[in-house]
C-alpha cells in the first residue's frame, strides 16, 4: 500500500486511511484520531479504555462498527488497527473531549468531499498529485515521466484485472517478476538500496528508471494482449518476456554511456539519509 495514498494530515498529526471503492467510503485509523485530538503519549491505551467505557454504557454498536484493517505502522510493518468510516468516527469524537473536535469535523467533511470531486472530475486528483511532487522538488520533466508511467501501469493492471488476475499477493508477484526481469533486482532489493522503508518505490525513481519500468510494463501487456494471456501462468510467461526487452534496451544504454541505470539515488530528505547511513 502506497504511504502517499494511505497517510493524511490533519494538523501536525498524520492519519493512516484507506479508501473502500466498492462503498465509496474512507476509513481512518481511531488510534490516529485519538492522537490527534487529544495529543496523548499513549493513544492506544486512551483507545482501550474509551473502548472499554463505551461498551460498559450500552455504546456497542458503534465498537463493533470500528474494523481491524492491517495498515502500515511506524516500523514500516503492517499491523491490525481498528479503522472507522466518517459516521462512526463522529460519534466516537463526541466521546472525547477536545477543542479540536469541530475543526476536525469540517476536515473529516472535506476529505469526503475531495474524494467525491475527484470520483466526478478525475483531472482533479492528478492535479494534487502534481502538486504534491512539485513541493517535494520534483521537476516537470521527472512529473511528467512519473505520470506517463502510471498511466501505462494503470493499463496493465487492467488487463489482469480482466484476465483473472484478482488477489493483491499475484499482482505483487507479476510486478516482481517484470521489475527483476529488466533491472536484475527485486522491487524489495531495489527499495533497499535507494534506502526505501515504506515509501512508494516509484516516488524516488530517476528519469531512466521510470522509463525502463514503463517499457517494461507496455511491452508485458502488448505481449499479454497478443496471445490473450489468461491467469497467472500465461501473465508470469508475458512478464518475463516484456520484462527482457525492458532489459536489452537498458544494458544497450549502460553500454554506451558508462552509466548505471538502476542506482541509489533516491529523493529522500537529507536527514533520513544520515539516518540510513547510521543503520547500515
Known sequence: MDKDKVLVAFENHE???FFDEKNETWYFSVVDVVAALTDSVNPAVYWRVLKKRLK???????VTK???LKMPAADGKSRLTDMAGTETLLRLIQSIPSPKAEPFKQWLAKVGYERIQDMGDPARSLD???EFWRQHGRSEKWIQQRM???ETRNKLTDYWKDHEIKKEEEYAILTNIIHQEWSDVTVKEHKKIKGLETQNLRDHMSEAELIFTALAELSTRQI???VDAT???DNKIAGIKGGRIAKKARLELEAKTGKKVVTGESFLPPAAKR???KKT
Open 231 to 233: 491467469g497467472m501462468k
Open 275 to 277: 539516518q540510513l547511513t
Open 56 to 62: 460498559d454504557e450500552g455504546a456497542t454498536e458503534t
Open 15 to 17: 492519519i493512516r486511511r
Open 148 to 150: 506517463m508511467g502510471q
Open 224 to 226: 499479454a494482449e497478443s
Open 66 to 68: 470500528c474494523n481491524a
Open 128 to 130: 494534487r498529485a502534481r
